[in-house]
């Protein structure tokens, strides 16, 4: 069993920064794909970035050049940079796990799946 918990979440104007962190436990975390995805009210879930434990990334087109994910397998952690923020960003962020030899940015690729974080970006 994978437990995910997501923090850092927030509100912040438009063009400010926001970190994001997920801890993992219960699972050898240095060999799961971990993945950052989002949902707004109203729209599906969809794939942020992706980081394997290779270190080898995946980013959606809107993240690209703004966001950045890393992850630290000593701290069982997960992180995602999040910079120059558009009120478009503003969801419900999930921390998601796989044991997966890629970084798919699909939702049904991932079966571990945190609580979410909510980041809301004002104009």
């Known amino acids: 069993q994978v437990q995910l918990v997501e923090s850092g979440g927030g509100s912040v104007q438009a063009g400010g920064s926001l970190r994001l962190s997920c801890e993992a436990s219960?699972?050898?975390?240095?060999?799961?794909?971990m993945a950052w995805f989002r949902q707004a009210p109203g729209k599906g879930r969809e794939g942020v970035a992706a980081?394997?434990?290779?270190?080898?990334?995946n980013y959606a087109d809107t993240a690209k050049g703004r966001f950045i994910i890393s992850k630290d397998n000593a701290k069982n952690t997960l992180d995602l940079q999040m910079n120059s923020l558009k009120p478009e960003d503003s969801a419900m962020y999930y921390c998601?796990?796989?044991?997966?030899?890629?970084?798919?940015?699909?939702?049904?690729?991932?079966?571990?799946w945190g609580q979410g974080t909510q980041v809301t970006v004002s104009s």
């Open positions: 980081i394997d434990n290779a270190g080898r990334t």
């Open positions: 998601a796990a796989e044991r997966v030899v890629a970084v798919p940015l699909r939702q049904y690729d991932y079966r571990y």
């Open positions: 219960g699972h050898t975390y240095s060999s799961y794909c």
